[in-house]
């Protein structure tokens, strides 16, 4: 079935370490999408990508990284310059065009930092 | 820029009444409207969705929202609820200054008791 696979669901981490959060999509989408979810707060766009070796930051970009070498992927990194990293994270992709909007999202990441 | 307000952050009900969740946006031009639902520790699914057309749109599990744009509101409504559609509700907003990507809500938990 198409879809979207995020990895690993669940991944803690020590301070000051740097982590990836893998997003796989066999959907064929151009666009893809790394937001932050936070009790409360709804969801926050950190970085997004429209086509391959392209992206742009979203509102809260700061202390992460992200790569698009291949239109199936994209993996975002939570750095050590990230001073609250503990959230839910989720890997959207979509269409683009017509479809203006609509998100097809994975299942997320809930990343812990003790 | 556009904007999307949820007015509830918490709605309880009993199953089978009703219920409405809450949604207005800011924008000046046309914009696309939409419905996400989330289960716990899931990822979000599309509920239903507002492009063109129609102003009152139907999901298939029996949510309706329609679109008012003197109001700039895009109400969800369920005329009787079950348990299982505890969850949280996002509502977002697109097409906004040309931009195809989505802002969302807080998001609103609607608590359905027995």
């Known amino acids: 079935d198409g879809g979207i696979t995020q990895s690993p669901k669940y991944l803690f981490r020590k301070e000051g370490q740097n982590v990836t959060l893998s997003c796989e999509q066999n959907?064929?989408?151009?666009?893809m999408y790394w937001y932050r979810q936070d009790p409360g707060q709804g969801l926050r766009l950190i970085y997004y990508?429209?086509?391959?070796?392209?992206?742009q930051k979203g509102d809260i970009a700061e202390g992460y990284s992200v790569s698009r070498e291949k239109k199936e992927s994209f993996p975002l990194t939570v750095t050590s310059a990230q001073k609250n990293p503990t959230a839910f994270y989720l890997c959207?992709?979509?269409?683009?065009?017509?479809?203006?909007?609509?998100?097809?999202f994975g299942e997320g990441s809930r990343l812990t930092v003790l | 820029a556009q904007s999307v307000t949820q007015l509830d952050s918490q709605v309880p009900v009993f199953e089978e009444a009703p219920v409405e969740l809450r949604c207005n946006y800011s924008?000046?031009?046309?914009?696309?409207l939409f419905w996400y639902v989330q289960y716990p520790n899931q990822g979000l699914q599309l509920l239903l969705k507002?492009?063109?057309?129609?102003?009152l749109v139907e999901s298939i599990n029996g949510f309706e929202a329609e679109f008012n744009k003197s109001q700039t509101s895009f109400h969800l409504r369920k005329p009787s609820v079950h348990i299982s559609d505890t969850a949280e509700y996002f509502c977002?907003?697109?097409?906004?200054?040309?931009?195809?990507?989505?802002?969302f809500g807080r998001g609103t938990s609607l608590i359905v008791h027995p």
């Open positions: 507002y492009l063109s057309g129609s102003t």
């Open positions: 924008s000046s031009v046309s914009v696309y």
């Open positions: 990508s429209q086509i391959v070796n392209d992206f």
């Open positions: 977002a907003v697109s097409g906004s200054g040309g931009s195809y990507i989505p802002t």
């Open positions: 959907l064929n989408h151009d666009a």
């Open positions: 959207a992709s979509s269409i683009g065009g017509s479809r203006v909007g609509e998100l097809f």
